[in-house]
C-alpha cells in the first residue's frame, strides 16, 4: 500500500468511527451533538476526495459546500440539503441560539441513514 492510499484510508477509518459515535449518541437520544458526528463523518469523506486530488494535506475547514467544491464533487440536491442541516447543527452546538430548531428522533433517524449512505458512496468512489 503505498502512502496516498495509507492516507486515504485513514481519512476514510475515521470518519467510519465518527458515524459510529454518531449512532451511539442518536441512539441515546443526543440528537444533535449525533448529528455533528454525522457532519463529522462527511468532512473526512470529503477531505479524502481532496487529498487523493491534490495530494496536499486536507483543508482545515469545516465547510461542507466548500469541501465540495475542492473536490469536484457533485451530489444531489436531496445531500446537499442534508449537509446544510448538519451544519446547522453544528452551529447550533457552537452558538447556542435555544430556537428548539433540534431534529426529532425520527429526524435524527433519517439523517443518520443519509450521512451512512453518502459516506459509503464518497468511499467508493475515491
Same mark, same amino acid.
Given at each position: ?11 476514510? +477509518? &475515521? @470518519?467510519?468511527?465518527?458515524? !459510529?459515535?454518531?449512532? #451511539? $449518541? ?29 495530494? +496536499? &494535506? @486536507?483543508?482545515?475547514?469545516? !465547510?461542507?459546500?466548500? #469541501? $465540495? ?58
Amino acid at each position: 500500500m503505498n502512502d496516498t492510499e495509507k492516507q486515504l484510508e485513514a481519512w476514510i +477509518k &475515521s @470518519a467510519k468511527t465518527d458515524l !459510529d459515535t454518531a449512532t #451511539l $449518541l442518536i441512539n441515546e437520544a443526543r440528537l444533535t451533538e449525533g448529528l455533528f458526528f454525522c457532519l463529522l463523518a462527511i468532512e473526512k469523506g470529503l477531505k479524502a476526495h481532496v487529498f487523493r486530488l491534490t495530494k +496536499k &494535506s @486536507a483543508p482545515k475547514s469545516g !465547510d461542507l459546500m466548500d #469541501l $465540495l467544491r475542492q473536490a469536484h464533487i457533485q451530489v444531489s440536491e436531496q445531500d446537499k440539503e442534508l449537509l446544510g442541516i448538519l451544519m446547522d447543527c453544528q452551529l447550533e452546538l457552537r452558538y447556542p441560539t435555544y430556537t428548539n430548531d433540534v431534529p426529532t428522533v425520527n429526524q435524527a433517524f433519517d439523517y443518520l441513514n443519509r450521512t451512512r449512505e453518502l459516506l459509503l458512496w464518497l468511499e467508493r468512489t475515491l
